[in-house]
């Protein structure tokens, strides 16, 4: 018969990794999200702006 065995500082760590872990793909999935969205047109404008029609129009300020 085997028996596993974890202390407390094995526990910790493997929790730490799948809280680790689950923040990590949040946060690629935004990230995702954010690009997917650039792409085709629809990412929210800041507060009192305009929104976009394409990324050409995001240019910025001319130097006159």
């Known amino acids: 018969m085997i028996f ?3 202390d407390p ?9 799948v809280i680790g872990g689950a923040a990590g793909i949040a946060v690629a999935a935004k990230a995702l999200k954010q ?3 650039l792409r085709r047109g629809t990412y929210p404008a800041p507060d009192g702006e305009e ?9 910025l ?4």
């Open 61 to 64: 300020p001319s130097e006159s």
């Open 35 to 37: 690009k997917y969205q």
């Open 9 to 17: 500082g094995s526990g910790s760590m493997l929790l730490q990794v």
């Open 51 to 59: 929104p976009a029609e394409s990324i050409e129009d995001t240019s």
């Open 4 to 6: 596993g065995y974890l």
